[in-house]
């Protein structure tokens, strides 16, 4: 005698039957649920990918135009000192000229031309 002739066998043909139809879809279901998701999650990462790589290259556009323009205030800044430096150095050497030419230099006490070149100094 076979299962399917009696009433209880056929009772636990269609339960299984039905079972696997109902896994069955739940699997399908659950697979196109997670494609979907899939699908999603991956177009969203890549949008935030390359957010990041855009405001990535920003960020170093900005910083390069600080740097440069730091760069060139510290150029000009380094120029004035240069600058500076030069004519000091020329009254610096005025000044040896104009005491090497004063007929006083070897005195005892200082006379007015080394008075005003003391002064010039401050």
């Known amino acids: 005698m076979s299962l399917l002739a009696t009433p209880g066998g056929r009772f636990l043909a269609g ?16 697979h196109r ?3 979907r998701a899939a699908t999603t999650y991956t177009a969203q990462i890549a949008q935030t990918k390359a ?8 960020e170093i556009e900005r910083q390069n135009a600080v740097n ?7 150029a000009r800044s380094i120029a004035k000192m240069q600058a500076d430096n030069q004519s000091l150095q ?3 050497q005025e000044l040896q000229r104009e005491a090497d030419q ?5 005195g ?3 006379g007015s031309s080394s008075v005003r070149r003391i002064n ?3």
């Open 120 to 122: 010039e100094i401050r």
């Open 68 to 74: 440069d323009a730091a760069k060139a205030a510290e």
């Open 90 to 92: 020329d009254q610096i």
């Open 108 to 110: 005892p006490a200082l």
């Open 33 to 35: 649920g997670y494609a």
């Open 15 to 30: 339960l299984l039957g039905a079972l696997l139809l109902s896994v069955g879809a739940y699997v399908y279901g659950d």
């Open 51 to 58: 957010d990041l790589a855009t405001a990535r290259a920003a």
């Open 102 to 106: 004063d007929p006083n230099a070897n």
